[in-house]
């Protein structure tokens, strides 16, 4: 039991439209990662938030964005969906600073998301 | 580009014996590395890590071997046990002073049969 949850479980979409995933961190995690893992593949860095603010993102494009709260919550968001964003999305909190040696990161049970 | 590899996508092991799972990396400025066990529809569990500056670590059944001028790391667990059935990921992390970000490779599905 890592204390992450994830809402919703499972989502539909259709091309073109938006969503919001939502994150609850464990608690006293003040770090917060997104990670979009498609099928067959291995969870891949979307970015991270520390203290509210943005400090790393991976290969995504600007329509994926996210907020952190201080409630140790977080939303992933995407604009514009497309079929290829079809994914896994896994959320994981941790209790150091971006980027702190030895850091490990605790995943949540992820959002399923289909894009029609 | 595939910066951490596990070249094996699945492994069969009888109950009992030892399972060993391996993972490549190419990126020298990996500094962490972590395995993590993923059932279906759960997220990826944590199960042990091993910094840059260690070439061993033990917990219970699972060991986690360094190879680092190989750039090689591998996951034994000892003795394997039917539950032990799940796809592993390797992962590999670097101190940027921002981001920890981490690096997964493809997954190892490991079946333990009876």
């Known amino acids: 039991e890592t204390g992450v949850t994830q809402s919703p479980t499972h989502l539909i979409k259709t091309r073109g439209q938006q969503v919001t995933l939502r994150c609850s961190s464990q608690?006293?995690?003040?770090?917060v990662s997104w990670y979009q893992q498609a099928l067959g593949q291995g969870p891949q860095f979307i970015f991270q938030?520390?203290?509210?603010?943005?400090?790393g993102r991976g290969n995504f494009p600007p329509r994926f964005s996210g907020l952190q709260f201080p409630n140790y919550s977080s939303e992933l968001n995407v604009n514009a969906l497309e079929l290829d964003d079809s994914a896994l999305y896994l959320c994981a909190s941790s209790d150091g600073t971006g980027g702190r040696f030895g850091e490990t990161q605790y995943f949540g049970p992820g959002t399923r998301l289909l894009v029609l | 580009d595939q910066q951490v590899k596990q070249n094996s996508p699945s492994l069969s092991v009888q109950e009992g014996r030892i399972s060993i799972l391996n993972c490549d990396y190419t990126n020298s400025m990996f500094d962490y590395f972590l395995w993590y066990k993923k059932y279906p529809a759960e997220g990826p569990t944590f199960l042990i890590s091993?910094?840059?500056?260690?070439d061993k670590n033990e917990d219970g059944r699972f060991t986690v071997f360094l190879n680092k001028s190989a750039k090689h790391l591998s996951l034994h667990i000892v003795p394997s046990q039917p539950g032990d059935s799940a796809v592993y990921f390797c992962a590999a992390m670097r101190n940027t002073g921002t981001a920890s970000k981490l690096t997964f490779g493809t997954g190892t599905r490991l079946q333990v049969t009876l």
């Open positions: 938030y520390y203290r509210e603010e943005e400090n």
């Open positions: 608690s006293g995690h003040n770090t």
């Open positions: 091993i910094s840059s500056i260690k």
